[in-house]
């Protein structure tokens, strides 16, 4: 298949003239689109931006992202999404370790780049997307300024090349760049068509944020199949309800807690949200009251559960429609993350050893599919423990598959807290919290929570007395808020095995008293 941006100009050549992309009162058609696209990969390659160069782009969902991660992969080139919500340090962190050479941020974010230009090392061009007032090069004017792009760029391009790097933390604290090809989008995007019923009519709605492997996925879903796409500028619950029935969207993906505030907030259940033909969920587990909720709310609408991971280009297995009756004699599935997808394989494998496990028993889900990462950015080792000989990739979640090949997610392998949709770490955390002058020793676990799902609980040895909103204060000066603690216990002792690993399940377990999974 070709590559991406091969892709966009075919659908440029084919439809010219219909709308791609529509953001607040903007749209843009596919020729125009296409031809933004040239503009930005022009202005990439005067910043001395070349094949294999990361471009880092800190902003809310914008046509500017777009532009900008088509017009990265048209020179060989690869955008670097940072998570908006993160702290100064940590954006400064993935900057560097991606070693990006221009920094995009959007208006919101000039702060944010003020603060961290002296710590980038790597970085020559600082670009702001609108905006003034400030002292950093102008987006329209910086791509005004450049020619046109290096002749035969986009030809040049491998599929096997890659064509976006998210960046997921890992266990040690230390967020890792995952790297997707665009072999990886070419193999799961031709899926929608069928799973989906996208056609020509198809209106699709992307509300997650872009720096999500969700929100990457479904802007290219757009370009893929040519069809019109909804951009939200962040993931507010009314904004959406707007949009859906401003511009009569038909498929859209959305988080569980974003469906619970939907059915509490009265400007929603004002607005017709008839035209939906398809709502897919996913990302963190949902409960049977929201489910049934959002049901009830949007009573013409097909339901889909997805599960899958950034590491595997977004969902792996779909829970159909047809399984979305919660008083039908299958009504059990609701609890599960359903089937593969046609070309995924799943394993359930004991952990320690990878044997394979029989139908009903617990172990490590392993996924095989041309939807596997290329591997993790400058982390071979990282690497060659998640992806195994045979294309198996170890997802570090637990779980198993029924009689019917149905999977359901009992935990997780590794110790990730989900909350609202967004991963914590709780290494990461750990190590904020033991930079406290009081604190000797520490672990941080998910608890269950009605809003979020579940967030972070510090669990801490003090050596000096100190409050509570001390402690979360000092972390929320160094992390994202969703990644702090918002309860402190304190212990005389945090219980660790013989060789000094913190037992998690231990401290979990009476948070978790009542629930049928250790998941929320």
Known sequence: MPGLTEVLRERAELHPDRVAYIA????????????????????????GVGHGDRVAILDKNSLEYVEQLFGAARIGA???????????????????????????????????????????????HLVVIGGEGHAHLDYEQWLGDAGDPPAGADREIDTADVFVQLYSSGTTGLPKGVML????????????????GIDDATVLMVAMPMYHVAGCALAVCVVFDGITGVITREPDPTAIARAIERHRVTHVFLVPVLLQFMQLIPEVAECDLSSLRLLLYGASPISDEVLRGAMRMLPTTGFMQVYGLTETTGAITMLPVQDHDPDGPNAHRLRSAGIPNPSCTLRIADPATLDELPPGQVGEILCRTPQNMKGYWG???????????????????????????????????????????????????ENVLMDHPAVSDCAVIGVPDAKWGETPKAVVVLSEDVSEADLIAHCRERLAHFKCPTSVERRDAIPRNPTGKILKRELRAPYWQGQDRAVH
């Open 181 to 196: 090809t665009h072999d990886n989008f070419n193999s799961v995007l031709p899926l929608t068509n069928d799973l989906w």
């Open 78 to 124: 690869v955008q670097v999404p940072v998570n908006y919500r993160l702290a100064p340090d940590e954006v400064a962190y993935i900057v560097n370790n991606a070693q990006a050479k221009v920094f995009l941020v959007g208006p919101e974010f000039v702060p944010v780049l003020d603060a961290i230009t002296g710590k980038l090392e790597h970085t020559t």
């Open 379 to 429: 982390m071979p080792e990282a690497t060659a423990s998640a992806l195994l000989p045979g294309g198996w990739f170890r997802t570090g979640d637990a779980g198993y598959v029924d009689e019917d090949g149905y999977l359901y997610i009992h935990d997780r392998v590794k110790d990730m807290i989900i909350s609202g949709g967004e991963n914590i770490y709780p290494a990461e955390v």
């Open 24 to 47: 607040g009162d903007t749209e843009i058609t596919y020729r125009d689109l296409d031809r933004r696209v040239d503009r930005a990969a022009a202005a990439l390659a005067a910043s």
